[in-house]
């Protein structure tokens, strides 16, 4: 269910702090993004990390700290990345969120940390890339439809599970969200079906003004869509 959101939303790049060793692991976080808002005491962190080893390498569910100014402790969290088997030069993506943090707690924040995990996480199934389109005009977009994309199963089957990853940049190349979620048809799509996937704004996500704001008319809009099989 869609929720309108009344507030200014707060975009904050704030500094990752990688343990030692991350990089020599071969697995390296290379673009982020923290968005806060505060009127719904949320908080996400979301970003790319990508393979830069010579090696196929699986990825843990990234963990993130949250830490204030001293770099005390405040809270943790950790969620999958996806795909989460990356062969060289891949990437994968992913987004932690933090739910009914108060009002002290995300005004104290001032850096965060992330770190991954060299064990393999949650069995998110087989990921198989499916052909996808991008069919919304980024500057005539409205708070209602949001962003669609329409993709294809190509997958030799019918099609019922999904997984879903939109990235949002500004003019500039800046994320200004990633977005990741899973789907179950109740009526498989065929194969050779064409279905959409949308990006809805203002629901634990930046608002669509927001967004235009930030540059998302001049920037760009990817969906990465995967069909789940095991």
Sequence with gaps: MEKKLSFAL??????SIALTGLA????????????????DNFYKVAGIITNQSKKAMDVGGPKVALKDKAGKHLKGGSHIAQPDRLEPGESAYFAVSFFDLDSQTLSA???????????????IGQLTALPVAVTSALDQLTEETGITAEFTNTTGA?????????????????LIDIS????RFNDPVADGGKQV???????????????????LAGGSAECLVFAVTH
Aim: net charge negative; hydrophobic share 45%; charged share 20%.
């Design 10 to 15: 707060l975009l904050v790049l704030l500094v």
């Design 158 to 174: 019918e099609l019922s599970r999904l997984r879903v990853i939109w990235i949002l940049r500004d003019a500039a190349g800046q």
């Design 197 to 215: 996937s949308n990006y809805h704004f203002g629901f634990m996500a930046p608002t669509l003004a927001y967004c235009l704001e930030k540059g």
């Design 24 to 39: 020599s692991s071969g697995l390296v976080v290379t673009d982020e993004v923290a968005i806060a808002v505060p009127e």
């Design 180 to 183: 990741s979620f899973s789907s």
């Design 109 to 123: 924040i001032a850096s965060h940390e992330i770190t991954i995990p060299k064990e393999k996480g949650e069995d």
